[in-house]
């Protein structure tokens, strides 16, 4: 039987010990590599998640939209006071549901605050030489925030200053493209 001498000894363990150490960083990358994945997909989760939230939420709103509608018609109406108190005691559990997911009503301060195009969508305009131009002056429809994110934007009335002479407004704008063709489009006011 042949023994292998003290070089060749020291050759195959420079060897295993090179192999071993690549097999350590092929196992560090693939670690590393997995860690990275996991962290990715539990990103893609959460965030599905508030994307399912939002859809969700948008519906529930619309639905206790019509319950504080429906509950200012009972305010008005011949109802029983039994049956009004009930009836706000769902609206008041919808409103908890509603909080306990991060839901909250966008504050609008009327005739003090001007329109934020972030928050706020403007449906109507007044003309109304009281305020600056684009004061919000009623909101028509409650903007929510989810967690500090807008989900809804209130629906508002904003001002306008009005028009003090008709003459001081252009008849015609005149607007021309690139100087190459110089088209001119008219646009008439009504």
């Given at each position: 039987?042949?023994?292998?001498?003290?070089?060749?000894?020291?050759?195959?363990l420079?060897?295993?010990?090179n192999?071993?150490?690549?097999?350590?960083?092929?196992?560090?990358?693939?670690?590393?590599d997995?860690?990275?994945?996991?962290?990715?997909?539990?990103?893609?989760?959460?965030?599905?998640?508030?994307?399912l939230l939002?859809?969700?939420?948008?519906?529930?709103?619309?639905?206790?939209?019509?319950?504080?509608?429906?509950?200012k018609?009972?305010?008005?109406?011949?109802?029983?006071?039994?049956?009004m108190?009930?009836?706000?005691m769902i609206?008041?559990?919808?409103e908890?549901?509603?909080?306990d997911?991060?839901?909250?009503?966008?504050?609008?301060?009327?005739?003090?605050?001007?329109?934020?195009?972030?928050?706020?969508?403007?449906?109507?305009?007044?003309?109304?030489?009281?305020?600056?131009?684009?004061?919000?002056?009623?909101?028509?429809?409650?903007?929510?925030?989810?967690?500090?994110k807008?989900?809804?934007?209130?629906?508002?009335?904003?001002?306008?200053?009005?028009?003090?002479?008709?003459?001081?407004?252009?008849?015609?704008?005149?607007?021309?493209?690139?100087?190459?063709?110089?088209q001119?489009?008219?646009?008439?006011?009504?």
């Open positions: 039987m042949q023994t292998k001498s003290e070089t060749e000894l020291s050759g195959e420079e060897t295993l010990r192999q071993s150490e690549s097999l350590r960083g092929s196992l560090a990358r693939l670690q590393a997995f860690d990275n994945y996991r962290k990715i997909t539990e990103r893609e989760c959460v965030s599905l998640r508030e994307r939002e859809g969700l939420i948008r519906r529930l709103l619309d639905h206790y939209e019509d319950l504080k509608r429906a509950s018609v009972l305010k008005n109406a011949d109802v029983d006071e039994s049956t108190k009930g009836f706000n609206v008041q559990n919808f908890r549901l509603l909080a997911e991060g839901v909250r009503q966008i504050p609008v301060y009327l005739g003090k605050e001007k329109l934020d195009p972030y928050k706020h969508e403007a449906i109507l305009v007044e003309n109304d030489d009281r305020f600056e131009e684009n004061t919000v002056l009623e909101m028509i429809d409650a903007g929510y925030y989810l967690n500090n807008v989900l809804l934007p209130a629906r508002v009335k904003v001002s306008r200053k009005p028009v003090q002479d008709s003459t001081t407004v252009p008849s015609t704008i005149e607007l021309h493209q690139d100087q190459s063709n110089m001119e489009y008219e646009i008439s006011t009504r």
